[in-house]
């Protein structure tokens, strides 16, 4: 009996001291997977922390790129990286941010989109619930066109010809067979054409030139390296050969041009009832083309009308606008 005694301790030291041993490893496994899980989770909250900060600023400064470091920030590290992700229907930015806490990592993607004023899709742009087209002679691309209106390389800022809100309109225009339409898609139905009525007001408070009736004299307005705001109070004929960069808004029913109308930027046509547009000579733009009327656009043209778009004299049109562009976080990834 003693020999057995001392044999059943000596067992159960044995279990124990294995049961011990196994339960003090699942214990530091244990410890050891809570401590990583832990680090993962503070280095996303970093990264997310992160993120958010240079949302705001995007916000702030819509023009800000690059890549940026922060040294410090609850206690860990981050890099963040803002670049444009244009390949959509608007322009919009890809933000990517870098987490690190005690040697983990964890990464926050963010897509933010402009809903800027001055974010256009296409060329052309109409706003309304009818489109009267008739041109004689048009020539109207959605490729990227450089500010004086050279064709570009095929890139990620090619965009749409025309862009209508009606499915009705996109059949009048791409049945008019005395225009050329060219672009990523001929002609778009686009719920996101902007509305003049909600920036008009903003723009003509810093307007560079108030006009109206018939300009009667050769006009320069503004250049490339010094864009202007010109603003078209009532309905208008442009009787000389008028040339422009930045920003033209016209605010009238009707509107017409008897010698050429050349503009680099944004043109921006509306009214709050109907519009008639009607040009008897060379009308150009280099950039976009946006008109807008609840009830009725007419649009004509009697001789040679070429529209462009072009990424970088729009992108002259928004620094004359100043701070007018905005961002909506548009997915977030983790």
Known sequence: MGKMAIILIVGLTI??????????????????????????????????SAAEYYIRQVKATPTLRGTFSISSILNGTATVTLSDWTGGV????????????????????????????????????????????????????????????????????????AGVTRSADSTTLAN???????????????????????????LIGKADYILSGSIGSNQTWGSASSPKIVFVNGNCSFAKDCVGWGILLINANTISAKKSLTFHGLVVFYSSSTISFDVAKDFTVVGGFLLSAPTQISYQTKKNAQISYSKAALDMAKSVAGSGGKYAVANWSE
């Open 90 to 161: 608007t322009d919009s930015v890809r933000l990517t941010s870098i987490g690190i806490y005690n040697a983990a990592q964890e990464t926050v993607t963010v897509k933010a989109i402009s809903q800027s004023f001055l974010t256009v899709n296409s060329a052309i742009n109409f706003r309304t619930s009818s489109v009267l087209y008739s041109p004689q002679i048009d020539v109207i691309s959605g490729y990227d066109h450089d500010i004086n209106g050279v064709l570009l390389s095929p890139s990620s800022n090619d965009r749409r010809g």
């Open 176 to 202: 008019n067979g005395s225009a050329t339409i060219t672009g990523t898609k001929k002609i778009m139905v686009d719920g996101a054409i902007p509305d003049p009525q909600s920036f008009a007001t903003s």
């Open 15 to 48: 279990i124990v001291g294995i049961m011990s041993v196994s339960m003090i490893g699942r214990t530091n496994d244990a410890s050891k997977a809570s401590a990583a899980t832990f680090k993962k989770a503070y280095a996303k909250n970093i990264a997310s």
